[in-house]
């Protein structure tokens, strides 16, 4: 697998953009932004560090990144590719893609929430 090194402030990906790779954090921390749903400005929800993955989510179920990740410390990544995938095969594909879908669907009901109490 591929290392790749990024500097604090360098952003990783953003919301919207095809995937192709997903990453594990060896060293530093990003943090996970999201547009807030009134303007194009960028939120934190969330700060990841050392031994965590990031990118899984379009990575699994092909969909456009669902958030921008942006790096709050100097980064180094294991780049992980469809070809590093392919070693696990086609069943445990299936499962993490399913595993992956019900994250994603429970993490938009929870943003729903969340909006539905900002207006209320």
């Not at 560090?49 to 456009?64: C, H, R, S």
């Amino acid at each position: 697998m591929e290392s790749r090194v990024l500097k604090k402030g360098s952003i990783l990906f953003r919301e919207g953009e095809e995937s192709t790779e997903m990453y594990y954090i060896e060293s530093g921390a990003v943090a996970i932004l999201c547009k807030e749903q009134e303007g194009e400005s960028n939120v934190p929800v969330n700060v990841i560090g050392k031994g965590n993955f990031v990118g899984e989510f379009a990575f699994f179920d092909q969909n456009p990144r669902s958030a921008t990740v942006m790096c709050v410390q100097d980064t180094t990544l294991k780049v992980i590719d469809q070809s590093v995938m392919a070693s696990i095969g086609k069943n445990g594909i299936f499962i993490i893609r399913t595993l992956i879908n019900k994250m994603r669907s429970m993490n938009e009901l929870l943003t729903a929430k969340q909006d539905n109490n900002k207006a209320a």
